[in-house]
C-alpha cells in the first residue's frame, strides 16, 4: 500500500521534521511504492548521509527500483602513486576527515552498482568517468539552463537537497537554488507523486535571493551530522601554472571597467582573480606584464582596459567561484544592479544616480515607457529605496504617508510632482553585486562566507540558472544589467575553423559536460557588448611527447564555429568575431606554441584556408613554454604571481616535501644517478619533509634511494 501524494510540499506550512534518515526512507517507501526517482542539486548540495539510506534500502531490496538524477558527485580524492600518494594521501586524510562520498558513486566507480539502481548525470568532475561504460552510457548531454526540464521529463517523484538555517529559523536553499526552483515548479505543474525533502546542515552559509525558501515548499526536514558528513571542501593544493598566468593576465585586459563577469573554476580562473587584483592594486606592474607578454594594448584598450577599477564589475555567473569572494573584498566586485529593468537602464545611462535620487528620474522613465505602475513594480521600485518606505500602492494609486494620494502614473506631470514632493526615496538600496547559481570551494571560503554581515551576504545573491545563464526570463532586465559582459570559460582545443571542444574527446568519451558554457557562450553574441572568451593552452604533455590543442580539425565539438569570438592560449588573444575563415585560421595559428605552427600552416594551405604564400610574421614564431616560464617565474619572485594566489591547504613543510618531489619529478635519469652518487653530508635527522613523506626509516630499496635523493638535492 502507498499513500496518495501529489503536489510535493505541505499545504499545512510546516513540513514534518524527521529524527534520523532510515525514518524519512520508511515514510518516502510508503507514500510512492518501490519506484523512486530521486533528483539531487549538482555539487556542494547533496545531502550525502540520506541518499546512501536510500541506496542501502535498494541494495537490500532488489524489488525497489532507484535512479538518480544528477550532476557533479563530489568524490573524496585519492593519490596511486605511491611516492606523490606518500604527500597527498595524509592531507587528504586530514582535509575530509568528515567527509564521505555517495556509495552510489564508489560502487559505479567500481563497475558495483546493483542492476536495480540507475545514476545518470548531466556533468562530471573532470576526466573522473573517462573508461567507466556504465557512466559514459548514462551520461545525459544537456545544456545546465535545460537540465531541470530533462530531469522533470524523467519523472523525478523525489527531490532533496542540504540547506542552511538561520537563526530565526528561515530556511535556504545556500549553494544551489541554481536548479531546485524551476525543477519544483515544473514537477508541481505536471501533478504527478512528488516528495520534497531538506537536510539541514549546520555548516552552510545562510545565501539570500532566490536561494531564501519557506518551509511549506518542503514534505520532511532532518538535520544533518556535520561531524559524520561535512562538506565537500575543494582542496587547495595545485599550484597555477605559468602558462595559465599567462592565459589570466591576458584575458584580465579584455575585462571592461563597470562591465559585468562570468568566471569557472580552476587555475586559469584563480589566474585572471590575481590578475584583475594586480591591475587594481599593482598597476604599473601589471601593464609591464602586460607588455611582456605582447599583448595587444589597442584590442585590452578597445575590448577591455589596463587601468584600474573605477566603476568596479558585477557578476553574473552560474558558479560562485572562491576568486569572486576575493573580488568582492577588494572592491572591485562592487558594482550594483537593480531588479526593475528602466531603473537599471538610466543608471546605465547616467540619468539617474543611486547615491542621490532627484525628480528627474520620473520623468525620465516615463520616457522609457513606464507609465501606469502595476502594484509589482511599485514593489519592486519600493524594495530598491525609489519609493519611500512609508508609502503604499492600492489599486492604481500611490499613497504618501500622510495619506494623500496620485494616480500611479509617471508620465503625469500632476504625479511626478506629487511623488518628487511625498514619496521619491533618498538613494537606492538592496542592490547586488552577484548573481550566482551555485556554488563549491575550501573550508576557508564557507568560513569567510558565514562570516560575513548579513547585509554584506545579501549583496551576494543566488537564484537559478534560468535566470542566469540566458536572457529569456526577463531579457529587458537582463541586458540592461549585463552590459560589457564578459563570459570567460575554458576549452580543451580549438581547431582553425574557430569551433571550439570543451567536453568530449573524439573518440566520444565525455571528460565533463557542456555545463553552461553553450549558454553563456550564445549570451554573449546576443548582448550588443558582450563577448565570449574561451581559454586554452597552447599545447599538452601526450603519451608521445607535447601535442597541440590548436588543430586544424578536431572530431568533437561544444561550440560551434558559427558562435566563434575570442580566444586566449598563453601566447596572446585571437579575436574571431566577424572574421574571415584564412583570418581565423592565421590568427589561432599566431597563438600556438610555435613547434606546432610550420605544420599547422602546411595543413590549411592544403585544406585551402590559408595562401599558397602564406608567411607567419616573425615576431609570432617566437612562442615556447620557455619564454613563458621564465615570465612568470620572474614575476613570482616580485611578489606579483604567487603559486597559490587564492590560498594553499598544504602546511610549510609539506609545501617543502612538494616542491622538492616536483623538483624530482623533473629530473631526467642521468641527472638523477649523479644526484644518488653524490656524497651525503647529512643523515636527514629532523628533516621535516622526510616526515610528511614517512621517510625518516623508510622500507624498501625505491623509497631508500626516493629518501637519498632528497637528501643528496638538500645539500
Not at 555539487?43 to 535498494?58: E, H, N, S
Not at 571592461?256 to 604599473?284: C, H, P
Not at 514632493?421 to 552577484?434: F, I, Q, S
Request: with cysteine; charged share 25%.
Amino acid at each position: 500500500m502507498t499513500e496518495s501524494v501529489t503536489s510535493g510540499g505541505n499545504a499545512a506550512g510546516a513540513a514534518q521534521w524527521l529524527s534520523d534518515e532510515q525514518s524519512c526512507v520508511e515514510a518516502v517507501c510508503r507514500r510512492l511504492g518501490d519506484q523512486l526517482c530521486i533528483a539531487l542539486p549538482l555539487g556542494l548540495g547533496k545531502p550525502v548521509a540520506l541518499i546512501d539510506a536510500f541506496y542501502r534500502r535498494a541494495c537490500q531490496q532488489p524489488k525497489l527500483s532507484l535512479e538518480i538524477l544528477t550532476a557533479l558527485t563530489l568524490e573524496r580524492p585519492r593519490e596511486a602513486d605511491p611516492v606523490r600518494g606518500r604527500l597527498l594521501n595524509p592531507v587528504f586524510d586530514r582535509l575530509f576527515a568528515h567527509y564521505r562520498e555517495p556509495l552510489y558513486a564508489t560502487a559505479e566507480r567500481e563497475g558495483q552498482l546493483p542492476d536495480n539502481i540507475r545514476l545518470r548525470e548531466f556533468y562530471f568532475k573532470a576526466g573522473a568517468r573517462l573508461g567507466n561504460a556504465s557512466a559514459q552510457q548514462h551520461y545525459v548531454s544537456s545544456n545546465y539552463s535545460h537540465a531541470a526540464r530533462d530531469i522533470a521529463a524523467r519523472g523525478a517523484n523525489v527531490v532533496m537537497q542540504l540547506l542552511a538555517r538561520d537563526e530565526r529559523g528561515r530556511l535556504s536553499m545556500s549553494c544551489n537554488p541554481d536548479t531546485s526552483v524551476e525543477l519544483l515548479r515544473r514537477l508541481r505543474a505536471a501533478g504527478g507523486p512528488l516528495v520534497v525533502i531538506g537536510v539541514v546542515h549546520p555548516d552552510l552559509p545562510f545565501m539570500y535571493g532566490d536561494a531564501e525558501v519557506d518551509e511549506a515548499n518542503f514534505d520532511y526536514l532532518l538535520a544533518a551530522d556535520s561531524q559524520r558528513h561535512g562538506l565537500f571542501a575543494v582542496p587547495r593544493l595545485q599550484p597555477v601554472p605559468a602558462a595559465d598566468y599567462a592565459i589570466g593576465l591576458l584575458a584580465s585586459s579584455l575585462v571592461k571597467d563597470g562591465g559585468t563577469l562570468q568566471l569557472g573554476i580552476g587555475s586559469m580562473g584563480d589566474a585572471i582573480v590575481q590578475s584583475l587584483l594586480l591591475r587594481q592594486q599593482r598597476n604599473e606592474d601589471y601593464r609591464q606584464l602586460l607588455a611582456e607578454l605582447n599583448a595587444d594594448a589597442g584590442l585590452s584598450d578597445s575590448v577591455g582596459g589596463r587601468g584600474p577599477f573605477a566603476q568596479g564589475l558585477y557578476g553574473a555567473t552560474e558558479m560562485f567561484v572562491e576568486g569572486f569572494l576575493h573580488l568582492f573584498e577588494a572592491g572591485i566586485l562592487r558594482r550594483e544592479v537593480y531588479d526593475f529593468w528602466a531603473l537599471q537602464k538610466l543608471l546605465n545611462d547616467g540619468r539617474c544616480r543611486a547615491d542621490a535620487l532627484t525628480a528627474d528620474c520620473l520623468p525620465a522613465m516615463a520616457e522609457l515607457g513606464v507609465r501606469e505602475l502595476r502594484s509589482k513594480d511599485f514593489a519592486t521600485l519600493q524594495y530598491h529605496g525609489f519609493f519611500r518606505e512609508d508609502c503604499r500602492y492600492h489599486e492604481g494609486y500611490i499613497f504618501s504617508a500622510a495619506g494623500q494620494r496620485c494616480a500611479a502614473n509617471l508620465a503625469n506631470p500632476d504625479s511626478q510632482q506629487f511623488i518628487a514632493e511625498h514619496c521619491l526615496g533618498g538613494a537606492l538600496r538592496n542592490g547586488k553585486v552577484l548573481h550566482g547559481g551555485f556554488f563549491l570551494g575550501s573550508a576557508d571560503f564557507y568560513q569567510r562566507l558565514r562570516d560575513l554581515p548579513e547585509g554584506e551576504r545579501r549583496r551576494l545573491a543566488m537564484c537559478g540558472v534560468e535566470k542566469i545563464n540566458q536572457l529569456d526570463l526577463n531579457p529587458r532586465l537582463f541586458r540592461a544589467q549585463r552590459r560589457d559582459a564578459r563570459f570567460i570559460n575554458t576549452g580543451l582545443n580549438v581547431s582553425l575553423n574557430g569551433a571550439v571542444a570543451s567536453d568530449t574527446l573524439e573518440n566520444g568519451q565525455v571528460i565533463s559536460g557542456v555545463g553552461g558554457q553553450y549558454n553563456f557562450v550564445a549570451m554573449a553574441h546576443q548582448l550588443q557588448t558582450g563577448r565570449s572568451i574561451l581559454m586554452i593552452r597552447a599545447c599538452r604533455e601526450g603519451r608521445d611527447g607535447p601535442q597541440s590543442n590548436i588543430l586544424q580539425q578536431y572530431g568533437a565539438c561544444t561550440i560551434p564555429r558559427h558562435l566563434r569570438d575570442i580566444v586566449i592560449s598563453e601566447y596572446g588573444i585571437a579575436d574571431l568575431r566577424g572574421k574571415s575563415d584564412a583570418e581565423v585560421a592565421a590568427a589561432l595559428i599566431a597563438i600556438a606554441d610555435s613547434r606546432f605552427q610550420p605544420d599547422l600552416i602546411r595543413q590549411a594551405q592544403r585544406a585551402g584556408k590559408l595562401a599558397a604564400d602564406f608567411v607567419l610574421p616573425e615576431s609570432q614564431r617566437r612562442n615556447t613554454p620557455a619564454k613563458i616560464a621564465a615570465l612568470i617565474a620572474d614575476a613570482e619572485r616580485r611578489g606579483l604571481c604567487p603559486r597559490y594566489p587564492l590560498g594553499c591547504d598544504f602546511s610549510e613543510a609539506e609545501l617543502a616535501a612538494a616542491a622538492i618531489l616536483m623538483r624530482i619529478n623533473a629530473m631526467g635519469p642521468v641527472e638523477r644517478c649523479r644526484t644518488l652518487l653524490k656524497r651525503r653530508q647529512h643523515d636527514g635527522l629532523g628533516d621535516e619533509r622526510l616526515a610528511v613523506l614517512g621517510l625518516e626509516h623508510p622500507e624498501g630499496g625505491k623509497m631508500r634511494l626516493l629518501r637519498r635523493l632528497i637528501l643528496n638535492l638538500t645539500d
